[in-house]
Each structure stands twice: as structure tokens, then as C-alpha cells.
């Protein structure tokens, strides 16, 4: 096994704290990315020593999650999460211990984790510390839940989420009794935060088995138990492939004409539903027929080159759930990069006149009337019937548009 360089960055920590007579391994995702020899964007560390010592120890740390033994050890140009052994009291309303005992002991920290596959720690040496047999798993391509699954899943339900999350990132088989405990506790998800279950969503929708995972997520029924996703009252919802999770929601607010008001139960933030509001007044717009070659031209004015792109592209993989006609003479990359290019504008603040202008022209007050010429003006100029400057603009209203 080839060692990877963001485990040397961070050996220093565990010689550091190995030196002061405390125990320090890599442990998680890292470890479980190494072993199946994918990239890793950053490495967690457990240790026998208390947040107070590690805090000692090193020059620059954060106390973000001190309580539960976590610490934020700073190198020189990363930083590094650092946290102590412990073991977890009992679980409050199916999302977090009521309290954390810290330990010494690497098999009581491994033994709270939610997956075999995330349980293996190991030292810098690339020696494994695996109690669990994840290292076996990993090679079955089997996710397991750690000890008696019934029980991890009653802890937090988030792991349900996490483990079929996992199955469209590697394309891993859900252990046989692990699925089962995820489906007894399914119903559980209503008690997790809706912010926690969409970061799963976001990266289970993008993950490059997606396909494999449908038929999981619908036998799970997990979607009965989640806001927004209970609205739509399907047995198999829709999950496309090669989308990520605006694009996602917005087909599915489109197919089974969801209000978008509806975006508020998952509680994203403003630009997101803007996004996603976006994508679907696109898909609208895409599903009307007999679209021209002059509706194009203001589609790609108004959404742009790379969004026109991905939603053509999108519902061309998808037409047969979309029900979407794609007219390939004019709806195609190249048919877009030349509206595109040829646009004489490609903003509305581009205009060389403004409202100032307007009203200074033809001796008006402020009003509607300003915003009705600039919409008129912004058309006409995007489909090449005047030039955009502000003679010839300014002549054009005086031609085309009653004042």
C-alpha cells in the first residue's frame, strides 16, 4: 500500500503526542479511502490523550468541539482534527448521546463508529488496527454496521442516510442485516434534522453508483420519512443520474408539480432555491412545443450558456421520465455556443440606456413606464432589431413604443 502524503503531513501530530507518552492513530474515512485507494482530502486522528493535553501540546489549536474531545490541531499550511478515545452514553430521540466518557482504550472508541469500513484505525506506520474486520468488508464489498446493527441505527438514525449515501459512492452491497435495520428504523428519520439529512442526499444523489442505490432507497422507504420528499407520496421516486441535488429537486417539483413553496421544509438556503427555481422554470419552459429558434435565443440570454447546457443534456438522459421533446436541430451545444456568442448583450445593465436617460429624453417623471421601455428595449436589442447604443436605442422608442 502506497503511502499517501497526507498521512506523512500528519505523522508529526502522532510522533508529537506518542512522545508524550500517548497513544495516536489515524482512524475514519481516510483510512478507509486509503485502503480502497481513492484520493483523500484530509485525515482525522484519535489519541488516548485528553483535549487539555493535546491542547498542551501543540502551538496553535481550536477548541471546537472540546466537550466531546475534539480538538483543531494547526500546521504550518492545514490543519488537522484531533480528537480523544471515548465511548458514548445513551442515545437521546435517535441523533446524539446524552453524554461522551472519555477513554483509553482504541477498541472502545472504534466499537461507537457506524460502519466496519470506518472503523479501522491505523498507525504511522500503516499498521492496521482493525476489530471489526472492516478491511475484509472493504475487499467483500460489503457495508456492515458495526456490532449488532439494530442498535447503531436506533443511536442515530442518520447512519440509515450514511449507509445508503455509502452504497452510491462505492457501489458496496448493504449487508443483509444491516439493510434490515435500516428499514425497522427508517421511521426514525422524522427525529433528524432535516439540515443533516440533505448533506446526505447531496452527496448520495452525486455518487457514481446512484443507479445501484434506487432500488435500495425505495425497498428502505426512506423517503416516506423525510419533509419535501413525503409530499410526494410515489413508491419510486425519481433519481436521475449525473445531476446534483438542485437539479434533483427541481425535476422533481416539475414531475410531480410540486409548489415551490414546498422548498422551505428542507430548509436550504435562498440561493438554493433560487437555483432550483431556475432549473425548474427551465424545464417549463423546454417542455412547451413548437419552441423556436428565437425562444431559444431569449432562453440563452436569460439562463446562459452553461445552464441551457446541463439542463438539455439533462433532459435528453431523462426523457422518458421527463416526457420532454429535445428538437436536436436547435437544441444542442453547438446551436447554444452560437446564440451565445452572437448575443449583443448579455445583461440588461449592458443597455446604453437607463431609466436617467428615459426620463431626461422624453421629460417624464419616474414610474412603471420605465421598466416597460428598458424590457422592450432589452428584447429588441437581444433579438438584432437596433443597435445598442443610446441614439439608436432612444430613436427606436420613439418609433416602437407608445409613451
Not at 450514511?162 to 452510491?168: D, P, Y
Not at 427551465?282 to 450558456?305: A, C, F, G, W
Not at 437607463?354 to 426620463?359: E, F, K, P, R, Y
Request: proline content about 2%.
Amino acid at each position: 500500500m502506497r503511502e499517501y502524503q497526507v498521512f506523512e503531513d500528519a505523522k508529526w501530530i502522532i510522533e508529537t503526542l506518542e512522545c508524550n507518552g500517548h497513544q495516536a492513530y489515524f482512524v475514519g474515512g481516510s483510512v478507509r479511502d486509503h485502503l480502497m485507494e481513492k484520493e483523500i482530502s484530509d485525515v482525522d486522528i484519535t489519541t488516548s490523550a485528553l483535549p487539555d493535553e493535546v491542547e498542551q501540546l501543540f502551538d496553535k489549536t481550536l477548541p471546537i468541539g472540546k466537550e466531546h474531545g475534539t480538538m483543531i490541531v494547526m500546521g504550518e499550511n492545514q490543519q488537522f482534527e484531533v480528537t480523544t478515545f471515548r465511548k458514548d452514553g445513551d442515545y437521546v430521540d435517535h441523533r446524539r448521546p446524552a453524554s461522551v466518557q472519555f477513554v483509553t482504550d482504541l477498541y472502545e472508541d472504534v466499537a461507537r463508529r457506524d460502519f466496519t469500513m470506518n472503523a479501522i484505525a491505523m498507525d504511522k506506520s500503516y499498521q492496521l488496527h482493525d476489530y471489526f474486520n472492516g478491511l475484509n468488508d472493504i475487499k467483500s464489498k460489503i457495508i456492515k454496521a458495526v456490532g449488532t446493527p439494530i442498535d447503531r441505527m436506533e443511536e442515530d438514525a442518520l447512519r440509515i442516510m450514511r449507509g445508503v449515501r455509502f452504497q452510491a459512492q462505492t457501489g458496496f452491497a448493504l449487508d443483509h442485516d444491516t439493510k434490515d435495520a435500516m428499514h425497522q428504523t427508517a421511521h426514525s428519520l422524522n427525529a433528524i434534522a432535516i439540515e443533516r439529512i440533505v448533506v446526505e442526499l447531496k452527496k448520495m444523489i452525486q455518487g457514481k453508483y446512484i443507479h445501484d442505490t434506487k432500488k435500495t432507497a425505495h425497498e428502505l422507504e426512506i423517503f416516506k420519512c423525510i419533509p419535501f420528499f413525503k409530499e410526494i407520496n410515489q413508491t419510486n421516486i425519481f433519481m436521475p443520474e449525473h445531476a446534483h441535488f438542485n437539479l434533483w429537486v427541481a425535476a422533481l417539483c416539475y414531475l410531480y408539480e410540486l409548489d415551490l413553496t414546498s422548498l422551505n421544509s428542507l430548509k436550504i438556503s435562498n440561493q438554493e432555491k433560487r437555483d432550483i427555481s431556475t432549473y425548474h422554470q427551465l424545464l417549463i419552459s423546454l417542455s412547451e412545443n413548437n419552441i423556436s429558434k428565437q425562444d431559444m435565443i431569449h432562453l440563452v440570454y436569460t439562463y446562459h450558456r452553461d445552464k441551457m447546457k446541463e439542463i438539455i443534456h439533462f433532459i435528453s438522459e431523462h426523457n422518458a421520465q421527463l416526457n420532454i421533446s429535445i428538437h436536436p436541430t436547435i437544441m444542442n451545444d453547438r446551436v447554444i455556443d452560437e446564440i451565445y456568442d452572437k448575443l449583443p448583450i448579455y445583461d440588461k445593465s449592458e443597455l446604453q440606456i437607463n431609466g436617467q436617460i428615459l426620463m431626461a429624453t422624453f421629460n417624464k417623471k419616474g414610474g412603471p413606464w420605465i421598466k416597460d421601455i428598458l424590457n422592450k428595449v432589452e428584447q429588441a436589442v437581444i433579438n438584432h432589431k437596433v443597435y445598442n447604443t443610446e441614439n439608436d436605442l432612444i430613436e427606436w422608442v420613439r418609433e416602437n413604443v407608445k409613451i
